[in-house]
């Protein structure tokens, strides 16, 4: 197979734009209103009429809550990690860390930039869960208490209380969330020279 010219590449980054677009539900309008490039150029940029740079590609990449590379379709050379599939569900992006059969599973969720941050919708399901905030402000609807936090922060839930998970502020947010079964809790450490229970005393 003969190697990808930059031609190739450059044609390529249109498409994909529109593909990540349409997955997270943005129009043209609302993605103009967020990065403050005009309508008409992300169209041309999607349509391949205008050619993509770093200064179009970079607001872009920071609202889509990708790296840059994903966007020009760079391979990942000399990478020994495992790169899973993301997830899109509910506008949102899941990004599935651990592929352990039963116990708890391990996320990294990203809630895409929005220019007007969404009503909560709460739901409900078996389950519990653990959040850490780690860019951006989260919005956290959980039965009557609706919270706002900041990166560094965390919680944990019954996911059987009617909960919501938005941006506080219509931008991008990134969290790790551990997602137990009913009756699953954690168990935190939180001084090291102290024994557990378990350990004699």
């Known amino acids: 197979m003969d190697p990808k010219t930059d031609d190739d590449v450059l044609d390529a980054v249109g498409p994909r734009l529109r593909a990540l677009r349409r997955d997270r539900g943005i129009t043209l309008a609302d993605l103009a209103a967020t990065t403050g490039v005009s309508e008409s150029t992300l169209s041309r940029l999607e349509s391949g009429q205008r050619r993509p740079s770093l200064e179009l590609l970079l607001p872009l990449a920071r609202i889509y809550g990708v790296p840059l590379d994903d966007l020009v379709g ?38 895409p930039a929005r220019p007007e941050p969404l009503e909560p919708t709460p739901q409900t399901h078996e389950g519990f869960e653990w959040l850490y905030v780690l860019n951006g402000h989260l919005r956290l609807v959980i039965g009557e208490r609706d919270l706002t936090l900041p990166p560094g922060e965390a ?6 209380l009617p909960h919501w998970l938005g941006s506080a502020d219509g931008g991008v947010v990134e969290l790790l969330i551990l997602f137990g079964l009913q009756g699953l809790r954690a168990h935190v450490r939180t001084d090291p020279h102290r024994p557990s229970q378990a350990e004699p005393q």
């Open 74 to 111: 760079a391979p990942r050379t000399g990478d020994p990690r495992i790169h899973l599939k993301p997830i899109r569900r509910y506008g949102m992006i899941f990004v599935p860390l651990s592929r352990r059969p039963g116990g708890v599973h391990a996320f990294k969720m990203i809630i």
């Open 155 to 160: 919680a944990e839930f019954d996911t059987s």
